[in-house]
Each structure stands twice: as C-alpha cells, then as structure tokens.
T-cell receptor, first 114, second 116 residues
C-alpha cells in the first residue's frame, strides 16, 4: 500500500523566514496531495492541495510543488508568522475501490518565533 | 463543503468496557473514514465505511475490536470494544469527495479517549 514519509519532524524558524516541509510517497498511482494544518486540540484543516497533473500551486504565502517523477512534494510557507505555528501533515490520496483514501505523513511541528 | 459533528468529544472509560463514537454529516457522502491519532502522532486510517456494506479495515485493525456501522449516507459509528489503556487516543471521523469533484477531506472534531 501507499507509504508517505515526511521531513523534518520539527522545524523552528524566526518570524518572517520561510519554512519548507518535504514529503515522499511510494505509490505512483496516487494523484492527489493535500496538506493539513492541525492546531493543538483541534481538527486537521486543509490549507492547500495539488493534483498530479499540476507541478505547482500557490495561495498567498503558501505554495506546494509536486515532482511526480521523483514522487515527492513540498510545502513552502513564506513570511512566516507566529500563528503559522502548528503541526502540518502531508497526505497522498490513492484512488482505490472507487474513492480516494488519504494516507498521512508523520507530521511536522512548526514553531515560528517572534 | 461538509460539516461533521462528532460525539462524544472526550471520555474516560474503564478497561474492558466499550465506547461508541458517533459522526453526523450535514450532507450525504459516499464514504466515511475513521482515523486514530495517538498523542503527538499522525493520523492512522482504521477503516473505510460505505453505506450498505461492511467496512473495509486497514492492516492491524479488525472488526471485532472496532465494529463500524453506516446505516445511511449521513451517519456512522465506531465502537472501541473491550478497551485497554493502549486504546487511549484521539479518534476522528472524516469524509472525502470523489476525485475531480470535491477531494477535500473534512474531519470531525475528534473524540479524546482515555482508558484507565
């Protein structure tokens, strides 16, 4: 089955710096790659996603890139702010049995220091 | 988008007992998913629930331990049976759309389970 690896497990940056989180996936059939932000005690929330037919997608300070050949995708956060501090999860969706099934990476705890 | 109401939000249970977690979605959805998130860890998929058929379990999870019901397109339950302290975790339900239609996954607020 699908396996998603995520690095780093923790990331500490100064406010205003950029943060990059990287993920690799194992199954070349996966075609949907979302990123979720989870604040302490709250449910995961989608922040950005990308499909396999797109190489890059941006939404204000957040961007995601996908390299299908290498089977890896990355989250880029620019001009980080303290409210970006949270755990970020990447995921890969494997379309199996007629539906998408999300497999998550281990998560990255991002701390943005003022 | 889908709004998922999950309850209970938390519970403390005695070992050997069972707890049923409920999820209600504000719209009809084909699939619902149940995840476990141990403290500081990622989300691990337990099973996928399709209305009108038995749930499909991931490796390491069995129906006797985690029976699931899916009586209609807006509701599902997960039971954690014969609980032990190792079952202490957060349990989340989720739904996701069909590819190329609405692939965003929405989550319930989670159930924090402590087994003593």
């Amino acid at each position: 089955g699908e396996n998603v690896e995520q690095h780093p497990s923790t990331l500490s940056v100064q406010e205003g710096d950029s943060a990059v989180i990287k993920c690799t996936y194992s199954d070349s059939a996966s075609n949907y790659f979302p990123w979720y932000k989870q604040e302490l005690g709250k449910r995961p929330q989608l922040i950005i996603d990308i499909r396999s037919n797109v190489g890059e997608k941006k939404d204000q300070r957040i961007a995601v890139t996908l390299n299908k050949t290498a089977k890896h995708f990355s989250l880029h956060i620019t001009e980080t702010q303290p409210e970006d501090s949270a755990v970020y999860f990447c995921a890969a969706a494997l379309f199996s049995g007629g539906y998408n099934k999300l497999i998550f990476g281990a998560g990255t705890r991002l701390a943005v220091h003022p | 988008s889908a709004v998922i109401s999950q309850k209970p939000s938390r519970d403390i249970c005695q070992r050997g007992t069972s707890l049923t977690i409920q999820c209600q979605v504000d719209s009809q959805v084909t699939m619902m998913f149940w995840y476990r998130q141990q403290p500081g860890q990622s989300l691990t998929l337990i099973a996928t629930a399709n209305q009108g058929s038995e749930a499909t379990y991931e490796s390491g999870f069995v129906i006797d331990k985690f029976p699931i019901s899916r009586p209609n397109l807006t509701f599902s339950t997960l039971t954690v049976s014969n609980m032990s302290p190792e079952d202490s975790s957060i349990y989340l339900c989720s739904t996701i759309g069909l590819p190329d239609v609405d692939t965003e996954a929405f989550f319930g607020q989670g159930t924090r389970l402590t087994v003593v």
